[in-house]
T-cell receptor, first 113, second 116 residues
Framework: NAGVTQTPKFRVLKTGQSMTLLCAQD?????MYWYRQDPGMGLRLIHY???????AKGEVPDGYNVSRLKKQNFLLGLESAAPSQTSVYFC????????????FGPGTRLTVT | AQTVTQSQPEMSVQEAETVTLSCTYD???????LFWYKQPPSRQMILVIR??????QNATENRFSVNFQKAAKSFSLKISDSQLGDTAMYFC?????????????FGTGTRLQVFP
């Protein structure tokens, strides 16, 4: 069991470039989430999904898009990267609703110059 | 909107001693969940302990226990017999109860250093 994996682990982008972060989980979890972590702040929810084919906005969704075409994968896209999107991005997954533990990936450090 | 406040940016403790990390939250909900997550230097987020608001009994996991004061909206974490491996950022988090609402709201974290 790999748990939750994220690809890539590190990335440097120039302003205006686009990229996609991939999150994969092998625990057959229904729920998946994307968070960002900035210095001096806790994790903040960007987008989430409660099942295959569904997505919803979180606390800080602007500048990001997501897709959940397969149950095990949750993609986070940046169409036109901005320096304000420099952050560490975490993916997480959990079983059905009920206050369950969220299992986190190792994070992706993204720098936008 | 719910908020989570961790007022101690940094704490330190000597190995084998006990330390308590503070967390307060603001909500109008009656049913919810509270969590403590640990983030060591490896960056991996690891669940430490979980509390259901409707349970009066404080949760305990080995050396980790909480003091949950619902009326005061306080949720502190006590680490007993501190170990060097406990050195990490600790995040308190809130989750509202209900279908399709398993979203975590995190505090800003407390950096804990355990000294030998």
């Amino acid at each position: 069991n790999a748990g939750v994996t994220q690809t890539p682990k590190f990335r440097v982008l120039k302003t205006g470039q686009s990229m996609t972060l991939l999150c994969a989980q092998d625990m057959n979890h229904e729920y998946m989430y994307w968070y960002r972590q900035d210095p001096g702040m806790g994790l903040r929810l960007i987008h989430y999904s409660v099942g295959e084919g569904t997505t919803a906005k979180g606390e800080v969704p602007d500048g990001y898009n997501v897709s959940r075409l397969k149950k095990q994968n949750f993609l986070l896209g940046l169409e036109s990267a901005a320096p304000s999107q420099t952050s560490v991005y975490f993916c997480a997954s959990s079983p059905l609703a009920g206050g369950n533990e969220q299992y986190f990936g190792p994070g992706t450090r993204l720098t936008v110059t | 909107a719910q908020t989570v406040t961790q007022s101690q940016p940094e704490m330190s403790v000597q190995e084998a001693e006990t330390v308590t990390l503070s967390c307060t939250y603001d909500t109008s909900e009656n049913n919810y969940y509270l969590f403590w997550y640990k983030q060591p230097p490896s960056r991996q987020m690891i669940l430490v302990i979980r509390q259901e608001a409707y349970k009066q009994q404080n949760a305990t996991e080995n050396r980790f226990s909480v003091n949950f004061q619902k009326a005061a909206k306080s949720f502190s974490l006590k680490i007993s017999d501190s170990q060097l491996g406990d050195t990490a950022m600790y995040f308190c988090a809130f989750m509202k109860f209900g279908y399709n609402t398993d979203k975590l709201i995190f505090g800003t974290g407390t950096r804990l250093q355990v000294f030998p």
